[in-house]
């Protein structure tokens, strides 16, 4: 049962992951998210290509050359990372995007303005703003809501729920966290060496990400950030050396506008 | 490092022209706030006409500013979202806020030249004192507020608030000029005063630009692609910035300014859809 004031989130193990999708379809049965039609992108077995404002849940398909030559694939579900210290939410300018009492990142859908600030802001091309039928301008910003709603009644995520490998594992993110530590342990000792860790807090600009994952190879190949900026610890840089020269150029034409030209 | 096949690893910002109106307008019109603040503080002989000429022109442009926002935003009441909350810490709320600051300035500033009763207990000097701040955060704003994101070009570096807020007094003292010779209200020395002022500010920009483009390094690369490049080049630096340095061009350093919003804003979409790009901005820690 989850508890309002903890900490939760999702431990996502991409070497128990089988590719069935199922998460993808469990998350849009539950949030009642429209197909997003039949493209062909030619690319693996991945038609859905990436998030958008109507895919939350995303599984890749990476195929690799193995020793033997043969292939290795390299499945995992992708997802909003509901980082501790959210790009989005700090960009958001209706507050519209919360922390709910979950400590998980959420559109608020009635405040949202349709801006596209989030999009802009968020590390890992999660957020997307809608614009479909009936109100086309008007659209608003969506993503995952780590089933905030399925949350509020002491239910796990849909997609964690209907994973058939427990790939997708919820919980309080300590305890996440021990787990995923003492899995990497365990994949180290058979031998996946180049399996690792994404999202853990130490040293990290966002402050660790509350989707964690394990990953089989380098965070690139599944298009992820090795170190994700926070837009936030540049600002005041940005803020000075934009006054700074902002004030000088002022100056400079006080003192132009000062001197009678013949 | 390759990435996931050739899919892009941000969302692009889907800011169009509405946006890159705003940003090029909203700037001039605080620039030339700017200018008809420092021209009332000095009030000597002169000075005046060029003051009512500035506050004119930022006036009718700050207020075009809201129709394009709720124009990107889709329905008016969206804008007013932004002012139920005061969060600085969004460069996107504080321009929200700033852009409401400076229209009231900018209406007051108007409404005191035309009525001698209001400017009895609203002087214009007091007017121009807390406004000249403000315009220069509005016109360094625009470029905090691209920078604060995930864009690589757009964060590469702090130069892009130099580069905006130098070519936002540029195209505002420009837009003076205009307003002055449209009005024939200003006298000729005048604006030869502006012409100074207005050169000054593209001296200034030239240098931020390059100090910019130095600075972004590879990832700049999107300013050559073929939708930007005449735009950029042509446009908001050979129209914008050479030459206004050598003749009185007005109307070509305002509208080289636009130039320069529309190559960065496209440039940035690019940017946030170039993999590799992205993948080797957060390679390193900061």
């Known amino acids: ?262 | 490092m390759k990435g996931y096949y050739d899919e892009p690893a941000l969302k692009p910002p889907d800011w169009g022209w509405n946006v890159i109106a705003y940003l090029w307008l909203g700037g001039s019109a605080a620039g030339a706030f700017v200018v008809g603040a420092l021209a009332s503080l000095r009030n000597k002989r002169g000075d005046g006409a060029i003051a009512r000429c500035a506050f004119g022109a930022a006036t009718a442009a700050v207020l075009v500013c809201p129709a394009l926002l709720v124009s990107h935003l889709g329905r008016p009441e969206r804008f007013h979202h932004m002012l139920r909350v005061f969060k600085p810490s969004s460069p996107m709320n504080a321009g929200a806020w700033a852009l409401l600051g400076l229209s009231a300035l900018s209406v007051a500033a108007v409404a005191t030249d035309r009525s001698t009763m209001l400017r009895k207990w609203l002087p214009r000097k007091d007017v121009a004192l807390v406004g000249l701040p403000l315009g220069l955060f509005f016109a360094t704003y625009t470029g905090v507020l691209l920078g604060h994101s995930s864009v690589p070009l757009w964060a590469a570096s702090p130069m892009l608030p130099a580069l905006f807020a130098c070519s936002s007094l540029a195209s505002g003292t420009a837009l003076v000029s205009l307003a002055a010779a449209a009005t024939r209200s200003v006298d000729d020395v005048g604006r030869r005063r502006l012409r100074r002022a207005e050169r000054a500010a593209t001296a200034a920009e030239a240098i931020a630009l390059a100090g910019w483009l130095s600075q972004v390094g590879r990832f700049g690369k999107p300013l050559t692609s073929a939708s930007v490049r005449d735009v950029f080049q042509i446009g908001a630096i050979g129209c914008g910035i050479v030459l206004p340095m050598f003749v009185r061009a007005p109307f070509f350093c305002f509208g080289g300014a636009l130039a320069l919003r529309y190559s960065v804003v496209v440039a940035g979409k690019l940017s946030s859809q170039d993999q590799s790009a992205y993948l080797e901005f957060t390679k390193e820690p900061r």
């Open chain 1, 1 to 262: 049962m989850t508890q309002s004031g903890k900490s939760v989130g999702f431990f996502t193990d991409s070497s128990l992951c089988i590719g069935c999708k199922a998460c993808e379809v469990a998350c849009k049965q539950w949030n009642q998210l429209p197909a997003d039609g039949y493209e062909f992108t030619g690319m693996s077995y991945d038609n859905t290509g990436g998030f958008s404002a109507t895919t939350w849940r995303h599984v890749q398909f990476i195929e690799q050359p193995d020793s033997r030559g043969g292939v290795r694939w390299l499945f995992n579900s992708d997802v909003c990372k509901h980082c501790a210290d959210a790009p989005c939410e700090n960009a958001c300018p209706t507050a519209a995007i919360i922390r709910t009492e979950f400590d998980t990142v959420y559109v608020r859908q009635d405040v949202c303005n349709g801006c596209g600030y989030c999009v802009a802001a968020c590390p890992f091309g999660v957020l997307e703003v809608q614009h479909a039928p009936p109100d086309d301008a008007a659209g608003t910003a969506h993503k995952c809501t780590l089933c905030y709603d399925r949350l509020a009644d002491g239910m796990e995520p849909a997609c964690a729920k209907v994973c058939p490998t427990d790939s997708i594992q919820f919980g309080d993110l300590d305890e996440l966290h021990e787990h995923a530590k003492r899995r990497l342990e365990q994949l180290h000792e058979r031998g996946e060496t180049r399996a690792q860790l994404y999202g853990e807090p130490e040293g990290h600009e966002l402050g660790g990400l509350h989707s964690l994952f394990l990953l089989l190879d380098e965070p690139e190949r599944y298009n992820l950030p090795r170190h994700p900026r926070s837009p936030k610890r540049a600002m005041p840089s940005f803020y000075l050396t934009g006054l700074a020269a902002a004030f000088a150029v002022a100056g400079a034409i006080g003192l132009a506008l000062r001197s009678n030209p013949s």
